[in-house]
Structure formats: C-alpha cells, structure tokens
C-alpha cells in the first residue's frame, strides 16, 4: 500500500475542508484573544474569574462536540451513499439533544454560579466575579450550542465556509461591545467583567440568526427544514446511540477531566490559572490547522468508506495521519516562536506569572505534537471508521488514570513547580497517541456502520 494518496481531487477535497474550518478556528481564537487582552487589564483576578467562569461554557462546548461528533460518523458514511432523508433525521435527532443538555447548563449558571465557581477556586472575589458573568452570559448556552452543532454537522458534508462568516461577526460584534462596556466608553456604563459577558452573549445571538438562516434557506446539500424536526425517527435511534454514545461518553469524560485539570491549576494559586489561560489563547492559535485537518479527516476518511472503497480509505487515512505529524511539528515551532510574542501584549502581568508562562509555553511545544496526532487519528481517523468505543476507552484511560490524579498528588499533595504538574496534567495525550497509532495502523477500526 502507498503511503501517500497521489490524487489531486483528494488534496482539493482536504484543502477545501481543513482551510475554512482553519479560519473559523483563528477568528474563534481571535474572540479568545480580544477577550483576554482587555480582561487581563482590569488584572489578574479579572482575569481568572472569567477563565474559571468559562469552565463552564467549556463544558458545554464539549458535550456539543460530542453530540455533533457522533451524528457526523453517520452523516459522512451516508452522505457518501447519498440518502439524504436518514441525514435529515439525523441532524433533528442531534438538535433536540443538544438543546436538552444545554438547558441543564443554563441552570448551573443561574442558580448554582457560586457554587459552580466555588469547585475551581476558594477566593471569595473571584467566586463573585467569575458568578456575576455566569448569570450574564448563562442565557446565551442555547443559542451556541444550537449554532454549534448545525455549523459542525454541515462540515459532514464539505460545508464550511459558512463557519468562517458566523464566527468573523461573532469576533466583530464581541470586540466592539467589550469595548464600549469593559471599559465604559461612548459614555456607556463601566462594567468590566459583566460588559464582557454581555458582549459574548450579544455575539452568540448573531451566530445563532446567521447559521440559522443559512440552514434553512441556502443549504442546498441536505436541505434541513423544520418539519424534520416532528418525526419521532426511532428506527434511527439505534444506530444513533450506538455511534453517538461513545463519543458523548469520550467527550464528557474529557470535559470533565479537562475540568480536573483546572481545579489542579485554580487551587494552585491565581499566578497558575492567569498564566494558563494566555497558554490556552497561543495552543489554540497553533492548533487551528490541527483542527481542521483532523475535521477534515473524519469527513473524507468517513465519506469514503460509505462508497465501499476500503482500500482507498486505508490509504487516505495513513496520508492524513503523516500530514498530522508534519503539522504537529510546525505547530511546536510556533509556539516556541509565538510565546514570547503573546507575553509582551500583557502589561499587567506579575513576575511570577511570566515566569510561569515561559515555562508551561516549552512544555507546550513538546505536547502539541502529540496533540496533532492525536486530533487527527483519533478524533478524524478512527471515529470516521466507527470506532469510537475505542476512543472513548483510550481516551478515558490515560486522562482519569494517569493524568488527573498524577495531578492532584503532585500538584495540590507534593507541591510540585508548576510546570512539572502542567506537563503531569497534559501527559494522556502523550500515552493515547502511542497507543491509538497502533490501532490505526492495523485497520482493525474500518468498517461500514451505516449496514444494519
């Protein structure tokens, strides 16, 4: 078997996924960035707060991801067989759920947003920042997730320009109003961490419109309406839950270990927490390529199989997971290159958290390359082939054995430096790369789940 695909039209295809997904990933980063830079003035415990805050929108996100990226494993294979009517019910059956859970969230955020807040940090100010935004901004979960899961699925099947429209309104209508209200200009009020809120809540009401109309009126692939939305489609129920499930359970457990994760960094002091949420604005600045390639992974890989061509999904996927190495490399190198470029934008920052950053950004730059790997090969290659219950287990494993509570006993038991316990923290995606690399290359992951 080659180990490169020789076909232009599939370069074209990979290119025409990977680069538009890309964008929308920088702009959202964009939104990251903007609101870190005009937080981080009022200073570090504004700062954290809203980084603590957004645990968790985080959370949310993650379970969207999940709901979407189980309903994608479908909706690839059977848009390479071309049967529209069972996709139509599998993005109904998506949107329901997907609005269900984000209920739950505006709830948290509502009535338990001290609470909430309370599980990362004990100080009492930044409880009652981090709660103040939470109620602001709780109101919007719907619209995102809704917007969210309707922008993922359309990339099932190549559409994702779209995203980059969506989310390029979304930076400029979140960046103007946090302007004006984070800072009190054009003699509006002075709200500092609620303006902030209000600013990403407004911005998630034009992403939620915009996709919407796109949906129902410009779609012209699957043609979605709202009357798919009646039908019951319990004879899809079956399939849906078996694929969705594992990756719901994969990303709620990631979520939820990620969110570990943050109570380590939180309770290790407000220092930690600012300097990992700078290093969080540069990893997704590097990875927006990773990202988008690994999309585009899940699409093609997973469109390819439902033709039946298992020989050229076989060699599609090793050429995908090469380019994710080489990716994985670039993005070690800007980090190394960004890191420093990113600190100086901080002006408010103390001592002891730039030494901080300066050293979690070196350790990131180890990390990302695995982090490609594993967003290429795990989250595209194998859940295209349907093999998420894999997934799920490899990821589970290595993050709730061996990262999370490596975490806890050096970081808040031995008290370890800070970047030791970050590198503990991020070692799973070291370990599943290891091991998921082995299960791609013995193509025990391929097969064809839209066959009863």
Same mark, same amino acid.
């Given at each position: 078997?080659?180990?490169?695909?020789?076909?232009?039209?599939?370069?074209?295809?990979?290119?025409?996924?990977?680069?538009?997904?890309?964008?929308?990933?920088?702009?959202?980063?964009?939104?990251?960035?903007?609101?870190?830079?005009?937080?981080?003035?009022?200073?570090? !415990?504004?700062?954290?707060?809203?980084?603590?805050?957004?645990?968790?929108?985080?959370?949310?996100?993650?379970?969207?991801?999940?709901?979407?990226?189980?309903?994608?494993?479908?909706?690839?294979?059977?848009?390479?067989?071309?049967?529209?009517?069972?996709?139509?019910?599998?993005?109904?059956?998506?949107?329901?759920?997907?609005?269900?859970?984000?209920?739950?969230?505006?709830?948290?955020?509502?009535?338990? #947003?001290?609470?909430?807040?309370?599980?990362?940090?004990?100080?009492?100010?930044?409880?009652?920042?981090?709660?103040?935004?939470?109620?602001?901004?709780?109101?919007?979960?719907?619209?995102?997730?809704?917007?969210?899961?309707?922008?993922?699925?359309?990339?099932?099947?190549?559409?994702?320009?779209?995203?980059?429209?969506?989310?390029?309104?979304?930076? !400029?209508?979140?960046?103007?109003?946090?302007?004006?209200?984070?800072?009190?200009?054009?003699?509006?009020?002075?709200?500092?961490?609620?303006?902030?809120?209000?600013?990403?809540?407004?911005?998630?009401?034009?992403?939620?419109?915009?996709?919407?109309?796109?949906?129902?009126?410009?779609?012209?692939?699957?043609?979605?309406?709202?009357?798919?939305?009646?039908?019951?489609?319990?004879?899809?129920?079956?399939?849906?839950?078996?694929?969705?499930?594992?990756?719901?359970?994969?990303?709620?457990?990631?979520?939820?270990?990620?969110?570990?994760?943050?109570?380590?960094?939180?309770?290790?002091?407000?220092?930690?927490?600012?300097?990992?949420?700078?290093?969080?604005?540069?990893?997704?600045?590097?990875?927006?390529?990773?990202?988008?390639?690994?999309?585009?992974?899940?699409?093609?890989?997973?469109?390819?199989?439902?033709?039946?061509?298992?020989?050229?999904?076989?060699?599609?996927?090793?050429?995908?997971?090469?380019?994710?190495?080489?990716?994985?490399?670039?993005?070690?190198?800007?980090?190394?290159?960004?890191?420093?470029?990113?600190?100086?934008?901080?002006?408010?920052?103390?001592?002891?958290?730039?030494?901080?950053?300066?050293?979690?950004?070196?350790?990131?730059?180890?990390?990302?390359?695995?982090?490609?790997?594993?967003?290429?090969?795990?989250?595209?290659?194998?859940?295209?082939?349907?093999?998420?219950?894999?997934?799920? !287990?490899?990821?589970?494993?290595?993050?709730?054995?061996?990262?999370?509570?490596?975490?806890?006993?050096?970081?808040?038991?031995?008290?370890?430096?800070? #970047?030791?316990?970050?590198?503990?923290?991020?070692?799973?995606?070291?370990?599943?790369?290891?091991?998921?690399?082995?299960?791609?290359?013995?193509?025990?992951?391929?097969?064809?789940?839209?066959?009863?």
């Amino acid at each position: 078997m080659k180990l490169f695909v020789k076909d232009k039209e599939f370069y074209k295809m990979l290119l025409m996924i990977a680069i538009p997904i890309a964008l929308q990933n920088l702009v959202t980063v964009m939104v990251s960035m903007m609101d870190t830079l005009m937080i981080g003035q009022l200073g570090e !415990i504004q700062l954290s707060a809203t980084s603590i805050a957004n645990q968790l929108w985080f959370m949310l996100m993650i379970c969207c991801f999940g709901i979407a990226g189980g309903a994608n494993v479908l909706l690839a294979q059977y848009w390479g067989k071309g049967d529209l009517p069972v996709m139509r019910r599998i993005q109904a059956i998506t949107f329901k759920v997907t609005f269900a859970i984000s209920l739950l969230f505006v709830l948290v955020s509502q009535a338990f #947003p001290q609470q909430f807040m309370g599980i990362f940090t004990p100080d009492p100010e930044t409880i009652a920042l981090g709660a103040s935004y939470l109620r602001i901004v709780g109101w919007s979960y719907p619209l995102y997730a809704l917007a969210n899961a309707a922008i993922m699925m359309l990339r099932s099947v190549g559409t994702v320009n779209i995203s980059v429209i969506v989310y390029l309104v979304s930076l !400029i209508v979140n960046t103007c109003v946090n302007y004006v209200l984070i800072f009190g200009h054009f003699g509006a009020p002075r709200m500092e961490i609620r303006g902030a809120a209000v600013g990403t809540a407004l911005s998630r009401c034009f992403e939620f419109g915009i996709t919407m109309v796109f949906l129902l009126s410009k779609e012209k692939k699957i043609r979605f309406s709202l009357k798919d939305l009646l039908p019951n489609n319990r004879d899809l129920y079956r399939k849906y839950i078996a694929q969705s499930v594992p990756v719901i359970g994969n990303e709620a457990m990631w979520g939820i270990g990620a969110s570990m994760v943050a109570v380590v960094i939180g309770r290790m002091g407000t220092n930690f927490v600012a300097a990992n949420s700078i290093y969080t604005v540069l990893n997704q600045l590097v990875t927006v390529l990773i990202f988008g390639v690994g999309n585009a992974a899940l699409t093609i890989v997973g469109n390819t199989i439902g033709t039946g061509n298992y020989e050229l999904a076989k060699q599609r996927a090793l050429t995908l997971y090469i380019l994710g190495a080489g990716i994985g490399i670039l993005a070690g190198g800007l980090t190394l290159g960004l890191g420093p470029v990113l600190i100086r934008f901080y002006q408010n920052l103390t001592p002891e958290t730039v030494e901080i950053l300066e050293k979690i950004i070196l350790v990131g730059a180890v990390i990302v390359f695995f982090q490609a790997l594993a967003v290429v090969g795990m989250v595209g290659v194998l859940r295209a082939g349907g093999d998420s219950r894999f997934v799920f !287990i490899c990821e589970a494993s290595f993050l709730w054995g061996v990262a999370v509570p490596l975490g806890f006993l050096t970081g808040l038991v031995l008290g370890w430096p800070a #970047p030791v316990v970050f590198f503990i923290l991020k070692s799973d995606e070291v370990l599943k790369t290891m091991v998921s690399t082995v299960r791609i290359l013995r193509f025990r992951w391929l097969r064809d789940i839209t066959v009863s």
